[in-house]
């Protein structure tokens, strides 16, 4: 979802390791420490689905899943990076 947004192309490693360790952005410094937030929000929001499937028998779509981790994203860099922004758009942009 996020690489499809900044039109980037890239192959998926076989790991979650090869996958962290590879998460780099070309660009600005500032967007690096943004763009970091991504993979720790794919990661809560799948885990988060996994243990509503597990232990409470609740199954969202996948674009309730998806959701939820932009709207985690949004938080995270409205809290720690874009104070005055109100709009998610601001923060996608800024990736």
Not at 27 to 56: D, H, L, M, Q, T
Request: with cysteine; hydrophobic share 40%.
């Amino acid at each position: 979802m996020f690489i499809c947004l900044k039109r980037i192309t890239w192959v998926k490693p076989g790991s979650i390791n090869g996958v962290l360790s590879s998460w780099i952005r070309d660009g600005n410094a500032p967007k690096e420490e943004r763009w970091k937030f991504v993979p720790a929000c794919v990661c809560w929001a799948i885990w988060k689905e996994r243990n509503n499937r597990s232990f409470e028998n609740v199954q969202n779509s996948l674009q309730k899943i998806k959701m939820n981790c932009l709207a985690l994203l949004y938080f995270r860099c409205k809290q720690d990076i874009l104070a005055r922004t109100e709009d998610i758009f601001d923060v996608l942009d800024c990736l």
